[in-house]
């Protein structure tokens, strides 16, 4: 049974049979203590890089890479004991740039987004990200979308990222929603995939023009001699306009342009 306890001591590894482990930067935020202190991982036989980061608590897709002695390594690399590993969280562009731990993302950004996570489902959506939502999913269903379409898990489960199923995701840190989007935003390097008014925010079907004609007995009598143009969510058929919803979407458009790292 793999073992770690916080020491400064490189002794600690060796007389152990383990190896030492220092997680940097926002991997520290899956401890409650013993931030980017060196950890001592014991093991018996030999466990993979991925094993024992996952073992300690870290969840690969947070992952942006691992040096031995800087030297990065994947997460098959097999360990010996008596090592130091050095691990650091993914930054900047990392979706996009292939690397020890994975191939890059293609394509624009897809999400299947756990439950409990509504409201940062339908703020993706409304900044026109395709951003699969229910509060009825199961880990399993979750992790099989995430293989099959190939999507970005978000979510605030730690256990559920360290299926093997899951490439892409991440720990949603913050339970406000205000600060949930913006770390999203960050954490993919999302911004310039920004699309507003692309998706319905209620069903995440595509929004299309639709003509104003066709509109006349779906929507209130003062809405449609005020508003000149309409669009349609093709999934649901739910009609939108730019009033009110759209002010506010605006607004939270361009909050979301700069960055407040
Ligand atoms: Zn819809």
């Known amino acids: ?20 482990f220092l997680f940097h930067g926002r991997l520290n935020d899956f401890f409650k203590s013993s931030r980017e202190k060196p950890l001592v991982y014991t093991f018996k036989n030999h466990p993979t890089v991925k094993h024992a980061v996952e073992s300690i608590g870290v969840p690969h897709p947070e992952v942006g ?15 010996k004991g008596g090592e130091r590993f050095d691990v650091f969280p993914v930054t900047g562009n990392w979706l996009y740039r ?15 987004i756990d439950v409990h ?30 293989s099959s379409e190939r999507r970005i898990v978000l979510t605030r489960d730690i256990n559920l990222l360290m299926w093997c199923d899951i490439v892409y995701g991440c720990w949603v840190r913050s339970q406000d929603p205000d600060r949930q989007l913006p770390d999203v935003l960050d954490h993919f390097a999302l911004r310039p ?18 003509e104003r004609a066709d509109v006349r007995d ?15 969510c093709s999934s649901c058929g739910r009609i939108y306009w730019k009033g009110t919803h759209f002010q506010r979407m605006e607004q939270l458009v361009s909050s979301c342009a700069v960055t407040d790292r």
């Open 218 to 232: 779906v929507v209130k009598p003062e809405i449609w001699e005020y508003y000149r143009k309409f669009y349609r």
């Open 98 to 112: 292939d690397s020890s731990l994975r191939h890059h993302y293609r394509g624009r950004p897809r999400f299947v």
């Open 1 to 20: 049974m793999p073992c770690f306890a916080a020491s400064s001591e490189t002794e600690d590894a060796n007389t152990r049979g383990g190896a030492i």
């Open 65 to 79: 890479s691992v040096l031995i002695e800087e030297k990065e390594v994947g997460f098959s690399h097999l360990l």
């Open 117 to 146: 996570l509504g409201t940062l489902a339908r703020r993706l959506r409304l900044l026109g990200f395709d951003a699969l939502y229910s509060n009825q999913y199961h880990d399993h269903e979750i992790a099989l979308c995430a």
């Open 193 to 210: 995939w920004i699309q507003p008014f692309h998706r319905c925010t209620v069903c995440n079907g595509r929004i299309e023009h639709v």
